[in-house]
Nanobody, 126 residues
Framework: VQLQASGGGLVQPGGSLQLSCAFSGNMLDYYHIGWFRQAPGKQREGVAVVSKRPDPATYADSVKGRFTISRDTAKNTVYLQMNDLKPEDTAVYYC????????????????????WGQGTLVTVSS
């Protein structure tokens, strides 16, 4: 599988961006698809994960109420809608995926994901 992330850019605080992660393979073969981010000098952290139904989406506390993850199976694409962006959201954002189902507590752990796309840079600054 190959993943292609896009949609990053420069945005002012309070603004919005939508990231896209396009799959080359069949997205339905993968149980979890997530967005992760890595700021300079920091470890990669989980932001949001979408899972096969009936499992609900999972969000990091820092983005709850501001970010929404969704998938379009017809387009084989996963989206991350980011609203009310803050300077601390500045990072390179990556999409990752994993075939096997994980327990809820592990879903935001980058170490559990098997395949990754290249990153897309999001900069939140005035």
């Amino acid at each position: 599988v190959q993943l292609q992330a896009s949609g990053g850019g420069l945005v002012q605080p309070g603004g919005s961006l939508q990231l896209s992660c396009a799959f080359s393979g069949n997205m339905l073969d993968y149980y979890h698809i997530g967005w992760f981010r890595q700021a300079p000098g920091k470890q990669r952290e989980g932001v949001a994960v979408v899972s096969k139904r009936p499992d609900p989406a999972t969000y990091a506390d820092s983005v709850k109420g501001r970010f929404t993850i969704s998938r379009d199976t017809a387009k084989n694409t996963v989206y991350l809608q980011m609203n009310d962006l803050k300077p601390e959201d500045t990072a390179v954002y990556y999409c990752g995926t994993r075939k096997g189902r994980m327990v809820l507590s592990a879903r935001l752990s980058a170490a559990q994901y098997e395949y990754w796309g290249q990153g897309t840079l999001v900069t939140v600054s005035s």
